[in-house]
């Protein structure tokens, strides 16, 4: 059964389809469970429903987990399937789909990653600057690999939306921090690309907001969900900061100079990785020539 192809049902007479289908539904049922982990849940003294550090850090390590399985599907399963048959998988086991789901997986670690450092007195406005732009990366890679295909209407389109959303939304995030450590500078350039950078939080801020719209109302329509971790922080702080920044540097600071592009984002290494998943042993009888004959034996039962 297919949620994103225009084909409901996909039947390929074929191993590695089979393994493929199978390491692809291993990894959808990881990031149902780390999902389910970021469910807020009411705490046992009372408070707004909140997700604990425990289960957040669970959650990183399951969708990497998810991460692993989708890499060890790219890279070991769709080479053994020859060029025609890959180009009958539906779209659910599409390259970009599958690696898409890899990325989007890392990039929700992250954003974990970013919610607890902001949690944290001891983390600095480098590191969450660092795992901010690394978000970004991630998103970015994602759209990247998604955004040609041939997505039908519903789930397929609804996945896209998700990944425009949370890229927006990790740019706003980034273009934050980036502002913020430019604006710790005592030149007037360096406060005026604060103010650039600010600004462009701002805007990715907004344009979020309707990006997440987008997606809540594209079939099948979803709630809007409460704001949490990152951007429960980040939607009060980002027009702010971003307000008071303007207002103080166009005092001291001509508009002209202000008005520059926004600075680019810097380049860090992307840190995070799938987890390392390895196919068990293949057992002594699923030889390339008990595969063929197998496959030619389909072939004989449907023309008959």
Same mark, same amino acid.
Not at 178 to 192: A, C, R, Y
Not at 285 to 301: D, F, P, R, Y
């Given at each position: 059964?297919?949620?994103?192809?225009?084909?409901?049902?996909?039947?390929? /007479?074929?191993?590695?389809?089979?393994?493929?289908?199978?390491?692809?539904? #291993?990894? #959808?049922? !990881?990031?149902?469970?780390?999902?389910?982990?970021?469910?807020?849940?009411?705490?046992?003294?009372?408070?707004?429903?909140?997700?604990?550090? @425990?289960?957040?850090?669970?959650?990183?390590?399951?969708?990497?987990?998810?991460?692993?399985?989708?890499?060890?599907?790219?890279?070991?399963?769709?080479?053994?399937?020859?060029?025609?048959? =890959?180009?009958?998988?539906?779209?659910?086991?599409?390259?970009?789909?599958? =690696?898409?789901?890899?990325?989007?997986?890392?990039?929700?670690?992250?954003?974990?990653?970013?919610?607890?450092?902001?949690?944290?007195?001891?983390?600095?406005?480098?590191?969450? =600057?660092?795992?901010?732009? &690394?978000?970004?990366?991630?998103?970015?890679?994602?759209?990247?690999?998604?955004?040609?295909?041939?997505?039908?209407?519903? %789930?397929? @389109?609804?996945?896209?939306?998700?990944?425009? %959303?949370?890229?927006?939304?990790?740019?706003?995030?980034?273009?934050?921090?980036?502002?913020?450590?430019?604006? @710790?500078?005592?030149?007037?350039?360096?406060?005026? #690309?604060?103010?650039?950078?600010?600004?462009?939080?701002?805007?990715?801020?907004?344009?979020?907001?309707?990006?997440?719209?987008?997606?809540?109302?594209?079939?099948?329509?979803?709630?809007?969900?409460?704001? %949490?971790?990152? #951007?429960?922080?980040?939607?009060?702080?980002?027009?702010?900061?971003?307000? !008071?920044?303007?207002?103080?540097?166009?005092?001291?600071? /001509?508009? @002209?100079?202000?008005?520059?592009?926004?600075?680019?984002?810097?380049?860090?290494?992307?840190?995070?990785?799938?987890?390392?998943?390895?196919?068990?042993?293949?057992?002594? !009888? %699923?030889?390339?020539?008990?595969?063929?004959?197998?496959?030619?034996?389909?072939?004989?039962?449907?023309? &008959?």
């Amino acid at each position: 059964m297919n949620q994103e192809d225009e084909a409901e049902e996909t039947a390929i /007479s074929n191993a590695w389809y089979e393994v493929l289908s199978v390491l692809h539904l #291993m990894a #959808m049922l !990881s990031l149902s469970q780390a999902n389910l982990l970021l469910l807020p849940r009411t705490s046992s003294d009372g408070y707004q429903p909140k997700v604990s550090e @425990e289960s957040r850090r669970a959650s990183i390590d399951i969708f990497l987990k998810a991460a692993g399985y989708l890499d060890c599907a790219v890279q070991n399963v769709l080479p053994q399937l020859p060029n025609p048959l =890959r180009k009958e998988l539906p779209v659910d086991l599409a390259e970009g789909v599958l =690696r898409a789901l890899c990325l989007q997986a890392l990039g929700q670690s992250v954003d974990i990653q970013l919610g607890m450092a902001i949690d944290s007195a001891k983390a600095t406005l480098a590191v969450k =600057r660092r795992l901010a732009c &690394e978000m970004v990366k991630y998103w970015q890679q994602a759209q990247d690999n998604i955004m040609n295909l041939p997505l039908a209407n519903g %789930w397929g @389109e609804k996945h896209r939306l998700l990944i425009e %959303w949370k890229y927006v939304e990790a740019k706003a995030a980034a273009y934050y921090y980036h502002g913020l450590i430019l604006d @710790e500078g005592n030149t007037e350039k360096s406060h005026g #690309m604060a103010v650039a950078a600010l600004q462009a939080a701002d805007e990715y801020f907004k344009e979020s907001k309707r990006a997440c719209e987008a997606f809540n109302a594209a079939s099948p329509l979803s709630r809007k969900p409460l704001l %949490w971790g990152t #951007m429960k922080y980040l939607s009060d702080k980002i027009p702010k900061d971003t307000s !008071s920044k303007v207002r103080i540097n166009r005092d001291l600071y /001509s508009y @002209e100079k202000i008005m520059e592009t926004a600075p680019t984002l810097p380049d860090f290494a992307l840190a995070l990785k799938p987890d390392d998943f390895q196919l068990p042993p293949a057992d002594s !009888s %699923w030889n390339e020539e008990n595969v063929v004959a197998g496959q030619a034996s389909s072939n004989h039962l449907r023309s &008959e």
